[in-house]
């Protein structure tokens, strides 16, 4: 399930307001395995001078302590965008992943900053180092998925969904606050569509929306088509991985095993 949720300034009203629009969400939808929260859900960028070092938490902080108890509560695996404590001034843009028993199974510090389109978020944040972040998934009545994590602007840079592929990713999850502009929603449902069909992977894609973010939010099957998705506005919305769907694309589109350049995981 893909959360469509605008958070705001104020972390302890975001903590607030999650779980019940999560739950709102969940009421009369059936099993759910997997619930995704957009890019800085813990708490919004603000203005682009608004420091972000003293808002910033560890995983274990209050904001992952609500994600784990939403995970536990709901039975499935939640994955959360949030800004993560460091020894500076400038936190990484992480994303939390809590397993249905609460416990946190993952988090990825976003690799690529958004220094583009006349806004630098390196000025306020660090950057993680490249890796290949994946989260095996328990799904009820059939084998588990794995889903490799990515944030926003990572989503411009292939070589990084491909490693995750190479890693044995069967889904893209990618939490986003992606702002609205000239063009900027068609690079976000293009460069989706590109990267489920050229890894020949389902993509799930949790985005922000309001004033400032585009929305459509969206779920994308290995042949680039849109399986669920929504406006520019909150929301929320479900799609179904398919193994066998992923499996009989890529007996026709056999990219993956007729390529002959290789990515290795964590290189630059």
């Known amino acids: 399930m893909l959360i469509q949720h605008t958070s705001g300034t ?3 009203a975001n903590r607030a307001q999650i779980p019940p629009t999560v739950h709102a969400a969940l009421d009369g939808s059936g099993p759910v395995d997997l619930i995704v929260l ?18 910033a938490e560890p995983l274990d902080g209050p904001f992952g302590q609500m994600l784990s108890a939403l995970a536990a509560d709901c039975g499935a695996v ?18 939390a992943a809590f397993g249905p028993d609460g416990t946190l199974l993952a ?12 806004y630098r978020e390196s000025d306020r944040l660090r950057a993680g180092e490249p890796a290949a972040v994946t989260v095996v998934v328990p799904v009820a009545g ?8 990515q944030t926003c602007y990572d989503l411009r840079f292939p070589e990084q969904s491909r490693a995750l592929v190479d890693a044995g990713a069967d889904l893209l999850v990618i939490p986003a606050a992606w702002l609205r502009g000239p063009g900027k929603e068609h690079h976000w ?6 990267r489920a069909i050229e890894n020949t992977v389902h993509v799930a894609a949790a985005a922000k929306a ?9 779920v994308v099957d290995p042949m680039g088509e849109v399986l669920a998705g929504l406006g520019d506005v909150d929301g929320a919305t479900t799609g179904r991985v398919d193994p066998a769907r992923t499996a009989q694309v890529r007996r026709v589109n056999a990219s993956l095993a007729n390529r002959r ?8």
Not at 107 to 118: I, M, Q
Not at 142 to 149: D, H, K, Q
Not at 189 to 194: K, V
């Open 10 to 12: 104020d972390p302890q």
């Open 38 to 55: 957009p890019e800085a859900s813990q708490v919004d960028f603000g203005s682009g001078a608004t420091p972000l070092g003293p808002l």
């Open 78 to 95: 939640v994955v959360g965008g949030m800004f993560e404590a460091t020894d500076g001034a400038r936190p990484f843009n992480t994303l």
């Open 107 to 118: 988090s990825y510090r976003k690799v690529h900053l958004y220094d583009a389109f006349g």
């Open 142 to 149: 059939s084998e588990p998925i794995t889903v490799g994590l």
């Open 189 to 194: 449902c293009t460069l989706l569509a590109a």
């Open 210 to 218: 309001g004033e400032r973010y585009c929305g459509l939010s969206r």
């Open 261 to 268: 350049w290789h990515v290795v995981p964590g290189q630059r």
